[in-house]
């Protein structure tokens, strides 16, 4: 008798165990790779049941260096639906939207405006703990930009021209420490 509710003690944690790695609905996340390049990246992610997922990042930043006025700024709003694949639903893939505005000057012509994209992504969860995962992931797709050209002369910013360019390929790499909430 001892043995059977032992044995039925171990079955009802280890249900428990694996109800608890794919029931959770929301969590925060921090992209470590953006954060090691001191551009802030937090979000969040709803998993709406174990198979499908939403996920929300946003990154800030903003630099300046005083020699030769050197400049990087930047925000972006990163929205992604998931859908989990595998018997723990720890793949996945996507589709990922992005949109945001930008401002570099690393040399003498400085370029600011706006960005818009996304593509399809994929990845993976490694849990750390009950609480904590890894998320490793991929996106590749297009992202398009429109921006203002321009110099300073007597630190004032003096247009040079507007271009547009598109760039297909990868469009978003990261790291993603993950916290389960509830």
């Known amino acids: 008798e001892e043995a059977a509710r032992k044995a039925e003690f171990e079955q009802t944690e280890a249900e428990t165990e694996q109800a608890g790695m794919d029931d959770y609905t929301f969590s925060l996340r921090a992209n470590l790779l ?44 990163s929205p992604e639906v998931r859908y989990y694949i ?47 995962s890894l998320d490793f992931n991929l996106g590749i797709g297009c992202v398009h930009a429109d921006y203002e ?5 007597d630190k004032v910013r003096v247009r040079r021209g507007r271009e547009s360019k598109s760039w297909w390929g990868p469009v978003n790499a990261s790291v993603t420490l993950v916290w389960q909430l509830f």
């Open 149 to 153: 050209k321009y110099e300073v002369i």
């Open 86 to 132: 595998g018997k723990e639903k720890r793949g996945y893939l996507g589709a990922m939207y992005k949109a945001g505005q930008f401002n570099y000057k690393l040399s003498s012509t400085g370029r600011q405006g706006d960005l818009m994209g996304g593509g399809i992504t994929g990845g993976y969860q490694l849990r750390l703990n009950k609480t904590l």
């Open 34 to 77: 953006r954060w090691a390049t001191l551009t802030p990246d937090l979000g969040i992610e709803w998993r709406i049941n174990p198979s499908w997922g939403i996920v929300v990042n946003g990154s800030w930043t903003s630099w300046t260096w005083n020699d030769k006025d050197r400049r990087y700024a930047l925000w972006e709003v």
